[in-house]
């Protein structure tokens, strides 16, 4: 079992009052198989952040190494609030019930909101409006470019298991034979195989594979019309109504001081659509 990963920081000045609802707010966490300790043991100092580093470039893994979008907001959001920060890695399915259970304070892990979600869960303000999008093989680009290709019998389309793009496939792709993958790097390798001739999946997907990242993407192409409407947020309990406010604080602060920008646009190079956090839909 993996063991949570911690990044210490030293609190800044004026972050106790925070810490003190935190420590009201939160549960425990439990590391590697020991049992948790109990709810006022836990340290009001420490953000434990879940993540699934399954979603490049929001969250991924790189050489023993978890990198991305999220990755970033994480360290800077731990370094403003004047917390530690600990990331809790989970599988994609484990974190809604992480939440939930008190084993995490925060979900930072690319998740889009949705009505089913958001019965379980609180979101914060959203960061960046994404969609769904087609990757295909270049050399198929004038085989499959027609908006009705996707939905052929003869069209093969992947997508990730358990994910909005699956709820897509699965709602508008009624003719076309459906493939589900457990990640999106298998998805792709899929595709790039020819087991497949559309890989679906939200738009940083597309937009990483194709932005110039990898080198091997260069046998890829997006069809960069979004094919539904989503948002990007992070998740909180819903009993944990201050520490939405301070994340939501945040978020428009950096919305105003041109952070999330910079954060957005070292791993998003192509595509990018942000919102104003301000107006998101609720």
Known sequence: ?????????????????????LALAALPVVAGCHHAPPRTSRDPSVLRVGIATVYPPLAFEENGEIKGVEVDFAHQLAKDL???????????TGLIPALTEGRVDVIMSGMSITEDRSKLVDFTQPYLRVGQMALIRKADYQRLRGTAAMNQPTSRVG???????????????TQAQLKGFPTPE????????????????DA???????????????DLMGRYTPLTEEYLAWAVRKDDQPLRDRLNTELLHWREN?????????????RKVTIDINSPPE
């Open 159 to 173: 997508f990730q298991t358990g994910t909005t793009g699956e709820a897509f496939v699965r709602r508008k792709l």
């Open 1 to 21: 079992m993996r063991l949570d990963r911690t990044v210490r920081r030293r609190p800044a000045p004026g972050g106790r009052s925070f810490l003190m609802m």
């Open 82 to 92: 004047g917390l530690e920060l600990t990331f809790v890695e989970l599988p994609w």
């Open 204 to 218: 940083p997907t597309i937009w990483r594979e194709t932005g110039g990242f990898d080198k091997q993407a260069l």
């Open 186 to 201: 298998e998805g792709i390798a899929a595709l790039r195989a020819g087991e497949i001739d559309f890989f679906v999946h």
């Open 258 to 270: 041109g952070q999330l920008e910079v954060f957005l646009d070292h791993w998003i190079r192509v």
